[in-house]
């Protein structure tokens, strides 16, 4: 999988890009894997020495979870995801939800993904979607009648604020489900609680799970990645069917991010630790441009079939995460370092030496 015409990583002193990754591949087997079964997590070690891996390609805020996300060129770091520099709003920060208040995403609405959101000044919020009249609204507030519980995944007791009948009507009118409500996460630390498999990797906190997301604030790919797997596809992917909120590129090997610790952006103190892989859910085959779901299962069954293989993963990893599709690194922000940290399109990318 080795790049013919690998670059040479730069750091303080040069170092081979063979050498990078057995570095990399030793640093996750030897920091990243718990013993099945244990639930204490080690202290994360502030990395001392980086090496330059990539540069940012692009920034991505997806307002609301599922929906189509705002291409950004600078982003503020926070616990709960990458902010809008410019506006007050956080990555998933809204979600649809039915009339039980479970999460509604394009895997049962494909058309979700062609709903844009913009954010104006004074966080005035506008809609738009195909065949609609666009929608302005405002940040809903506490007023002792708008909260609600609804439910993310497993967790079933999350507290939003209803965005109002307007709203609501609105998405209803454009999915054709007349149960739909907007819910908005209101508060400045995540509700989300663990998953089984999550106590086995040491360095994912609870902190790490963001608003409405449904493991982590931050997923970072490769394009390198991506350009690997649509080798092997008739009709390529692309970023959108991955919906990283950081997309890299200038990478020396596809997959290579699976095995960094942690991740530095910039020449700031945004440094972002490694969580979990991530694998991947049916959405990743909705057709971002067209808002369809196609029956072949592609590009998730290629991935898959890759994971199998070994091609990207080690069998240790591939069982934890049954071989569901690994593509991107799954991240949370290294705290108390970080908070209010900007970072740009084009900013350098460093990986954590040990």
């Not at 996300?69 to 770091?77: L, Q, R, T």
Request: hydrophobic share 40%.
């Amino acid at each position: 999988m080795h790049s013919d015409d690998a670059n040479i990583w730069q750091a303080s002193t040069t170092i081979s890009a063979v050498c990078i990754s057995s570095i990399a591949a030793i640093l996750a087997s030897t920091w990243f894997w718990k013993k099945p079964g244990s639930k204490e997590c080690k202290p994360s070690l502030k990395p001392q020495k980086w090496v330059k891996v990539g540069n940012v390609k692009k920034l991505i805020v997806y307002p609301i979870k599922s929906c189509a996300g705002v291409v950004v060129e600078k982003a503020v770091v926070t616990t709960l995801g990458l902010k809008c520099h410019n506006a007050n709003i956080r990555d998933r920060d809204f979600m649809v939800v039915d009339e039980n208040g479970r999460q509604v995403t394009m895997v049962k609405f494909p058309t979700m993904a062609l709903i844009k959101m913009e954010v104006g000044e004074g966080d005035i919020i506008t809609l738009s979607a195909p065949d609609m009249p666009s929608f302005t609204f405002t940040f809903p507030k506490p007023d002792g009648t708008n909260e609600r519980v609804c439910r993310v995944k497993h967790d079933a007791h999350l507290k939003a604020l209803d965005c109002g009948d307007d709203v609501s009507q609105w998405f209803q009118e454009y999915i054709g489900d007349s149960t739909l409500r907007l819910y908005y996460h209101h508060l400045n630390f995540t509700q989300r609680t663990f998953e089984p498999y999550m106590f086995k990797c040491p360095q994912f906190e609870r902190s790490d799970m963001g608003a409405f997301h449904n493991e982590t604030s931050y997923l970072l790919v490769s394009e390198e990645s991506i350009d690997e797997l649509n080798k092997r596809l008739d009709k390529n992917s692309s970023w959108k069917n991955w919906r990283p909120t950081i997309l890299i590129d200038q990478v020396n090997e596809p997959f290579a991010e699976v095995n960094w610790s942690f991740v530095k952006i910039g020449r700031g103190n945004g440094i972002l630790k490694t969580a979990v892989p991530c694998y991947r859910c049916p959405l990743t085959t909705v057709d971002p441009d067209i808002g369809v779901l196609p029956k072949d299962g592609e590009p998730l069954k290629t991935l898959r079939t890759m994971n199998i293989g070994d091609e990207v993963v080690d069998k240790q990893l591939s069982e934890i995460l049954k071989s569901k599709g690994i593509m991107g690194l799954r991240l949370g922000l290294y705290l108390p370092a970080g908070e209010g940290s900007i970072i740009n399109a084009g900013d350098p990318v460093y990986a954590a030496l040990l």
